[in-house]
Every structure is written in C-alpha cells, then in structure tokens.
C-alpha cells in the first residue's frame, strides 16, 4: 500500500530475527498474488479475488496488513486488497465490480506475520489487452526491477528514484509523485520514504538490515492525480491508463533481498 508523502514512524534497523519475521510475511504475500493472478479473467469481481487472497493469508497464520486500515483521518480500508483498474492508480476498494476483456487490473496486498508486515503489488491484463497498456505493464515491471538493483548497503534512496524516473520518462511515462514507497516493518508505513522519482547520491543512506517497499506507478499520461470521494480510490486526473509494481526488500551486504517474490520469478 503506497504512503502519501506524510510524516511515517521512523527508519528501524532490523536484526536476524525480526529479517526471519519479514522473510515469513512475505512468503505468505508471494503466495496469495500467485493464487489471486490464477483467479484474474473477465467476469470475476475484485470482492471474489479479495475473498481469495484473505483465505489464502489467514490459511498461512498471518494477518490481512490493509483490512481495518486507518492513518491520517482516512476511513478504514475494507478490503484485504486494494483493487485498482484502468486509470485507477492506487487503493481502489474491492467489492461487486466485474473486470472486463482488455482491463488492467492492479493489484496491492499486504500481510502480518508475529507484528512484521510483507507489502507487494502487481498489474496484469484481463484476457487480452492493447499492446499500449501490455507496454505499460512491462515498463512498470521494469523499473522496479531497476529501482531494486540500485539498493544496496551504502547506496542512498535519490538512487533508487533517479533509476525508476530515468527509465520510466525514457519511455514516455509519467512518474506518480503525489504517492511513494516507504519503509516497512512493525509499521506498514515506516520511514525512509521512497519516491519514484529524485536526483542520485541524494536523501538517506542505506544500511543493511533497512527494509523498504519499492512500488513505481507509471501513468501514459500527467503525473498528475485525484482522490476519489470514497476517500482511498486514486486515478489519474487525465483519466488515462496505470500501472503499479511493489516489493518489499532488505538491504544486505550484498545487495536486496526481495521478501515478496517467489523465487526468480517476476509478476
């Protein structure tokens, strides 16, 4: 779940235990994304895929991260997923909507395992798509993956948001700014904040055992967004197409763990 650019609760280092916590939330958010992937097809409603991903966390012994959710005088989130289509950016609530041939769908979803939150999102096609929104899609993927390889031990977060911003305007996309990645842990929102967007060799340093969700969203058109009167749901104020990847990683030694992936593989 994105942060709005406010104040979080503080950078935290985490040790081998807690690093074991987050390791474990985010193999149960791995998991509910595969079984809510396998679900998408034209028809199904985001309640029936909400119902899933809650079935599939709750199985696990972990706890839905967004359901209940309240920061900021917001009203509380109601879902186990934010389900966001089309235009739609960030924090659409699931419900009775139908998703069609040729929607985008993004997905966001979070779990709590022993007080450690996992946090991931992910854009797929509902059957088959343009080959405008497909591109999206896959440039989206693509800077996040770009964003991951620039944390590591000592690089800092401009780093990270000079890597997606470069490559996402290069390719003709709008960088979301109002809504950022943040640090996560005993928090779903901890500091450092993390923009999608920035200068390299600038902001806060990162130190191993810092733990971060890394989440680019890519508009074809402004940058620019509303908040819907439901008080979550965000769309693109040009009403044009997005798409959202995420990822919660540690900062190691050796580079970034991501802790919400299955193994090598990339939605």
Same mark, same amino acid.
């Not at 079984?35 to 599939?56: F, N, W």
């Not at 693509?142 to 780093?159: C, M, P, V, Y």
């Not at 600038?202 to 969700?213: D, E």
């Given at each position: 779940?994105?942060?709005?650019?406010?104040?979080?609760?503080?950078?935290?280092?985490?040790?081998?235990?807690?690093?074991?916590?987050?390791?474990?939330? =985010?193999?149960?958010?791995?998991?509910?994304?595969?079984? $809510?992937?396998?679900?998408?097809?034209?028809?199904?409603?985001?309640?029936?895929?909400?119902? /899933?991903?809650?079935?599939?966390?709750?199985?696990?012994?972990?706890?839905?991260?967004?359901?209940?959710?309240?920061?900021?005088?917001?009203?509380? +989130?109601?879902?186990?997923?934010?389900?966001? /289509?089309?235009?739609? $950016?960030?924090?659409? $609530?699931?419900?009775?909507?139908?998703?069609?041939?040729?929607?985008?769908?993004?997905?966001?979803?979070?779990? /709590?395992?022993?007080?450690?939150?996992?946090?991931?999102? +992910?854009?797929?096609?509902?059957?088959?798509?343009?080959?405008?929104?497909?591109?999206?899609?896959?440039?989206?993927?693509?800077?996040?993956?770009?964003?991951?390889?620039?944390?590591?031990?000592?690089?800092?977060?401009?780093? $990270?948001?000079?890597?997606?911003?470069?490559?996402?305007?290069?390719?003709?996309?709008?960088?979301?700014?109002?809504?950022?990645?943040? =640090?996560?842990?005993?928090?779903?929102?901890?500091?450092?904040?993390?923009?999608?967007?920035?200068?390299?060799?600038?902001?806060?340093? &990162?130190?191993?055992?810092?733990?971060?969700?890394?989440?680019?969203? &890519?508009?074809?058109?402004?940058?620019?967004?509303?908040?819907?009167?439901?008080?979550?749901?965000?769309?693109?104020?040009?009403?044009? &197409?997005?798409?959202? +990847?995420?990822?919660?990683?540690?900062?190691?030694?050796?580079?970034?763990?991501?802790?919400?992936?299955?193994? =090598?593989?990339?939605?």
């Amino acid at each position: 779940m994105t942060n709005l650019r406010r104040r979080t609760s503080g950078i935290t280092i985490k040790s081998g235990r807690e690093l074991a916590q987050m390791r474990q939330a =985010g193999k149960v958010v791995a998991e509910a994304k595969v079984h $809510i992937m396998e679900a998408v097809k034209p028809g199904v409603t985001t309640g029936e895929l909400d119902s /899933i991903a809650e079935e599939v966390i709750r199985k696990m012994g972990a706890t839905p991260s967004f359901k209940g959710y309240a920061a900021g005088g917001l009203i509380p +989130f109601t879902g186990t997923i934010c389900a966001s /289509i089309n235009e739609e $950016i960030v924090h659409g $609530i699931p419900g009775d909507r139908k998703l069609k041939e040729g929607d985008i769908f993004s997905v966001d979803v979070g779990a /709590i395992v022993n007080g450690f939150h996992g946090d991931s999102a +992910f854009t797929i096609g509902v059957g088959d798509i343009p080959d405008e929104a497909q591109q999206l899609i896959d440039a989206t993927r693509e800077s996040l993956k770009l964003g991951i390889a620039q944390a590591t031990n000592g690089a800092r977060i401009g780093d $990270i948001g000079h890597a997606v911003q470069k490559y996402a305007e290069g390719q003709g996309y709008s960088v979301v700014r109002k809504y950022v990645g943040h =640090g996560i842990g005993r928090a779903l929102h901890e500091d450092p904040q993390v923009p999608n967007y920035g200068r390299p060799k600038r902001g806060t340093l &990162l130190k191993k055992g810092m733990t971060i969700a890394i989440e680019p969203m &890519l508009n074809i058109g402004t940058h620019e967004t509303v908040q819907l009167d439901d008080g979550w749901t965000v769309v693109t104020a040009d009403s044009e &197409l997005s798409a959202h +990847f995420e990822d919660t990683i540690a900062i190691t030694a050796d580079g970034a763990e991501i802790l919400t992936t299955p193994n =090598g593989y990339y939605f």
